[in-house]
Structures are given as C-alpha cells and as structure tokens.
C-alpha cells in the first residue's frame, strides 16, 4: 500500500521558515516525481489545489510556481524515500494546507490530475 506522510507544518510569524518533508512507503520512491500543492483558505478555494513545487525523480529538475521562486526549494533524498520543502520568507499568503503527491511522469506535472497517490497534508499558519 502506497503511504505519503506529511510533517513539519506549523505556525511562525512572517518572515520565518519552515520545512515541510514527504516520507514516502510502498513504491519504489526513486522512480516517481513528486510535487507540493497547497490548499489556501477560503470558501472559493474549497476544492482548489494549487501547484507550489515539484521535482523529478533525478533531482536534477525542479520547478515551481511564480509566488514562492526564490523563497522555497525542494529536494529530495532517494535513500531516505523523503521529499523536503524548504520554506523561507514566509508571508501570510502562504497559509495553506499542503500537500505532497507522486506522480509517474517523467517530467514535472503542474495539475494535480497528473498525481496518482497524494498525503493527507500538513498545515501551514502564517501570521503577519
């Protein structure tokens, strides 16, 4: 049975950093892109998850959404089948609940349809 498990999330003030990490169980981690998507509160965001980050299963491509380059990175550590994201310069935007899923497309996939197993998300609170 595939098993993504979400840690690290909290509460910090702006400014602050977090590292969020994705421990994977029942695939063969090293074969499988991983992303972050984050959920935003709201009523209108209700069903709307948006891409954050994501790698692919070499490490050696990342990509990520316009709103966090620069301030967030991924990485991951095939040998601990464990996905990071590194969260710096966190804003009040960027509460959410994330999410990390794998996906087995070569390159990395930006809508969440494109991810066949997924977390069940870790909360992330940032107060201005």
């Known amino acids: 049975q595939v098993q993504l498990v979400e840690s690290g999330g909290g509460s910090v003030q702006a400014g602050g950093s977090l590292r969020l990490s994705c421990a994977a169980s029942?695939?063969?981690?090293?074969?499988?892109?991983v992303a972050w998507f984050r959920q935003r509160p709201g009523p209108e965001r209700e069903f709307e998850r948006e891409?954050?980050?994501?790698?692919?299963?070499?490490?050696?491509?990342?990509a990520y959404a316009d709103s966090v380059k620069g301030r967030f990175t991924i990485s991951r550590d095939n040998a601990r089948d464990t996905v990071y994201l590194q969260m710096n310069s966190l804003k009040p935007e960027d509460t959410a609940l994330y999410y990390c899923?794998?996906?087995?497309?070569?390159?990395?996939?930006?809508?969440?349809?494109?991810?066949?197993?997924w977390g069940r998300g870790t909360r992330v609170t940032v107060s201005s």
């Open positions: 029942g695939l063969t981690f090293s074969s499988w892109s």
């Open positions: 891409f954050v980050a994501g790698i692919r299963r070499s490490s050696s491509d990342t």
């Open positions: 899923a794998a996906g087995s497309r070569l390159v990395v996939a930006r809508l969440e349809g494109e991810y066949d197993y």
